[in-house]
């Protein structure tokens, strides 16, 4: 072999070898290949493309067999200029009234109904027979044979951010084995209605667990044409309440099998034709950092090899398959020789060829995965590409894994999770087995469920769900199949909801990879004409297409004409509706755009609890330095408020904050310099809702970092409050001004220079200072252009209430020293009329500042009141029972700075 020339490109080893393998095995018309190399790291990329002969002959073309020189930072593939195959659509709820019915509906509960339920026993009709979810169910269907049979869900009291309960996976296995025993029957039942109660809002936002239903639902229906199946997903809790219409859809004509009836509306999914609109968006941070669960090999590997071009990123791949049972002798043989070698071992490593083939087959994975993570890690970079071999079913590994990788990332948010996982194991409910039904399903569900849990409060900023148009429609065999991907589809929809970037792509079959690229599934799509053999590259583009959607959608399934024609001629009209546009829900109003300044991202959210986090730095909130406490731009104490009040506020969207509570600053929050970042947790806690009042506690955290940012102090508390949030409001409560009689003007101790607490710009927001013989007053005086550069978007008028938090120090002590103090604690705080700085401001509205009583001690715990009142009387807002901290005093006048002495200096003197 002779040497390769300067500046070549040299193949060494197996490299290669996917790409080549995928063209010597791929059918001639459609053989091409393409590798890529660097001469040396970050260097310029040379591709060498391979093409059979009558691929090029099909399409006009010829192409050199040459490399030719790429740009080192390749641009994102550019969208094909043929037509796609397939077509985005958006699946979503919209209105669909019943089909009228000359009679009216059968009761629920006919004669020989058999019922298999997780609700109380006392909710049910006294006839049924009861199906129980043991080992004699089946023996139980055999013998009761019935005519009908109903499952009655709760998901009520099922957390909907936990993934579903062991309970409620076991009533799922019981409804598999109630339909596989039904399949024994002399006859099948004539009809199978599932009733999930609680199983969608008012908001038409559905429960995550209902999906498990739905999807079983849409699947069994095609396996039993002859038997009326359907599910109905109900925003009622109790069976009474949805009896009357879960028996109207159990005999009325269906389009898809799943109805939901949310704020008194019948509402049918559509998939609606959407082509979307990309905005790509690039990473703002260097390390852009993508976990895959799944994706070694597959239509996954695919989409991250494409993925890794255009980002690359720091890359962690998670799947089963085990790297270190693959050896250098095992490399270079074929299925034949490897089960030759195995079958004829001795001793232990002797395998029967049963056990051999199956052994091949797993070498023959890890060899996938292997060439798929050196391809990457061609891409991406040395070390920036990490398998780790774990059982995604298993919560305990799952955890242990999301572990390594939050500490490689040294606390940091992922970017991006890919939920890719999963199996297919397709069979009809009377040949399927329970535990081939457990395995498909659990792949999906209980991974989902694991990596939820295992990221916790530092959820992905994105999470990408791989689903299956299956989920949309249901199909023949694919009972878990079904319910896995529609759980995909109601768990994206939730978390979309609640604020979470969490999207799920329906994909069809692939022509090239994964299950759609085996023999014997080519020969099906080739003779059902139902499904679309979607080209490799078109999957890609579909993929990054989504990613770099400008608006975020929840859901969406790709099919084109032959799965067009399938569900027109399988479901006359359906197609029709998915066209017609929706209506919004009637009773619920447009959501007012909740406040934001204090948050940058949620990260943890459950039905009663959220965590946003808010990263501070002396460019973006260049306001602190004109709030500098002991030489360090600081968060004023009476901001914690709005923060409270923000993150309280996306909790319990809808009400307004009206009071805060037992509010505590233990410690400051400080941007100590400039281009070092101060993130922040603000977690919020549900303490109660009800029908007038929303209370939540506020806790605002952050890790304490020595300079060279190792982690010191994990999560110190700064702040902790709580709000009281209503619907509406409070109305202010009238106020007498005082007269002026007695005053005497005093300066501002804040506005003289001191090392203590210097404040200036848009915090020297009080004028005429005084003492009163009754308190202390001022006059406030916003700074209306800073206030709208920065503030304008504040729910709580902060700079009003740090200027009147000042005026209570306004005193005399020892002469003409008057003390500078930091707030420590506030009992309570309210507010009135729903002012704003902003819109005080605004509206050049004047306003008074009082502080009673006649002398304070903001170092006792004695009684105290601060309140801010329009010229016309009204309370804008109160502070009652404030404690503080003396820093210093500054001479009334020479403008003189003492810090204070210490008791031990005091005793010394």
Known sequence: MSAPRQGSTTLLGAEG???????????????????????????????????????????????????????KQPAAPARPAEAHLLDRHVLRLAPAPRPARAEGPPP??????????????????????????????EADVLRARPRHVRVLVDLSSQDKDTGPSERLLGLHDALFRTAKACTELPERPESF??????????????????????????????EWPDSSVVAVVHEATSLAS????????????????????????????????????????????AEYTIVAAGGGRGIGAELLIALARRERPRLHVIGSTRLDTVTDADVLLTRKDFIRTRTTATGAGRLT??????????????R?????????????????????????????????VVGQITDARGGGRVDLLLNIAGTNRAASVDQKSLGDFRTVRDLKVRTYANLKAAFGSGQPRRWCNFGSFVGFTGQTGETDYGAANDYFNTAALYSSSRGVREFTIGWTLWRDVGLGATPIMRTFLAKSAQFTAMPTAEGIDHFLHELDQAAHTPVTVLFGDPERAAIEAAVPGYLDFCRTAPTPPAPIAPAPALPDFFVDDIVDRGPDRLTVVRTFNQDRDAYLHEHVVNGFPTLPGTFVPELAAQAAMHLVPGRVPVVFEDIRLDSF???????????????AHLVNHGPQE??????????????????????????????????????PPRWDHWDDQGAERMADPYHVPNPAVLLSGVFVSTADTRTHPNGRRARYVPDRPGIERWFSSLVVPSVLLDGLARVSVLDRSEGDWTPLAVPRTIRRIDLYGGHTDASLAAAGTGVELYSLPSRLDLESEEDNRALAVTAAGDVVLQIKDMTGVVLGHVNQSTGEYRERRRPAEEAAA
């Open 17 to 71: 070898a996917r790409e080549l393998i995928a063209f010597l095995t791929a059918p001639a018309p459609s053989r091409t290949a393409v590798i890529e190399r660097a001469v040396q790291e970050g260097g310029p990329l040379h591709r060498l493309r391979l093409r059979h002969p009558e691929a090029a002959t099909a399409d006009g073309a010829q192409e050199p067999e040459a490399t030719e020189t790429l740009a």
């Open 108 to 137: 629920l509960f006919p004669p020989g109904t058999a019922v298999l339920t997780n609700l109380n026993a006392s909710q049910l009709p006294g006839d049924s027979t009861v199906l129980q979810d043991d080992e004699t169910i």
């Open 193 to 222: 209605v599932v009733l999930v109660l609680g199983g969608i809002d008012a908001a038409r936002v559905p429960h995550p667990c209902s999906g498990l239903f739905t999807g079983f639902a849409k699947s069994l229906a095609l």
């Open 242 to 285: 949805a009896e009357a219409d879960t028996a109207a859809e159990a005999v009325a004509e269906q389009l898809l099998p799943v109805v939901c009836f949310a704020g008194g509306t019948r509402l049918l999914w559509q998939a609606a034709p959407e082509p979307g609109e990309s905005r790509p968006e690039r990473s703002s941070t």
């Open 353 to 366: 060829v049963r056990e051999a083939n199956a052994a091949f087959d797993r070498l023959s994975a890890a």
């Open 368 to 400: 996938e995965v292997k060439a798929n993570l050196t391809a990457l890690e061609e891409i991406c970079g040395p070390g920036r590409v990490t398998y780790h071999a774990c059982d995604l079913r298993d919560r305990a590994a799952v955890d242990a």
């Open 669 to 683: 929050l400080r941007v100590y310099k400039a281009g070092r970042d101060e993130t922040k947790r603000i977690k």
């Open 694 to 731: 929303s209370v939540v506690d506020i806790e605002v955290t952050g890790d304490v970092l020595a300079p060279n940012g190792r982690l010191l102090v994990k999560d110190r508390r700064h702040f902790s409050a709580r709000v009281r949030l209503r619907d509406e409001h409070v109305a």
